[in-house]
T-cell receptor
């Protein structure tokens, strides 16, 4: 069964460092998303991406964050200068929505980011 | 901006049906009801969705009231592996983002 894969599974970084989290969405999907979940809190939407541009972003997704689809398979989330409060589990998701489906999201297993 | 209300937690005996309620009294006519679950800290997993009619798949059944103001997710024979947080979400579907609330923490008891 096709799945969304994320790397790394766990990354530890120092405050102020740049981090790139990588995702390989399901191959025929066209819509991509990043969510995050701080320990013990809700899963929060960060950004959605379609046709090589951001479709929607939340207030959390400030100038420190960026997303990119550098090739036909990867979808990345970059945090430019990490803060302690960026420590969270980051989930990538993809969707194959078209008029024939109602676009359920398929999530990866997450990348745990720990900022020290 | 929560559109749904769910009990924070429920218990269910292993092998019994788990019935998880959800209120969505402000749902609009073109909004779907989606259910996802999150096992421990894994990525959320889609379960089922519906618009007006009841739906069933290999994982669960979804019962939507006639006025669409509430729904119930039914896991017919709960197993220990069904212990998870279950999220009821309403939305337009398609490529629109999914907004998670706090969900119901279901504990399946041996």
């Amino acid at each position: 069964e096709p799945e969304v894969t994320q790397t790394p599974s766990h990354q530890v970084t120092q405050m102020g460092q740049e981090v790139i989290l990588r995702c390989v969405p399901i191959s025929n999907h066209l819509y991509f998303y990043w969510y995050r979940q701080i320990l013990g809190q809700k899963v929060e939407f960060l950004v959605s991406f379609y046709n090589n541009e951001i479709s929607e972003k939340s207030e959390i997704f400030d100038d420190q964050f960026s997303v990119e689809r550098p090739d036909g398979s990867n979808f990345t989330l970059k945090i430019r200068s990490t803060k302690l409060e960026d420590s969270a589990m980051y989930f990538c998701a993809s969707s194959d929505w078209d008029r024939r489906s109602t676009g359920e999201l398929f999530f990866g297993e997450g990348s745990r980011l720990t900022v020290l | 901006d929560a559109k749904t209300t769910q009990p924070p937690s429920m218990d269910c005996a292993e092998g019994r049906a788990a019935n998880l309620p959800c209120n969505h009294s402000t749902i609009s006519g073109n909004e779907y009801v989606y259910w996802y679950r999150q096992i421990h800290s894994q990525g959320p997993q889609y379960i089922i969705h519906g618009l007006k009619n009841n739906e069933t798949n290999e994982m669960a059944s979804l019962i939507i009231t006639e006025d669409r103001k509430s729904s119930t997710l039914i896991l017919p024979h709960a197993t220990l592996r069904d212990t998870a947080v279950y999220y009821c979400i309403v939305g337009l579907g398609g490529y629109q983002k999914v907004t998670f609330g706090t969900g119901t923490k279901l504990q399946v008891i041996p």
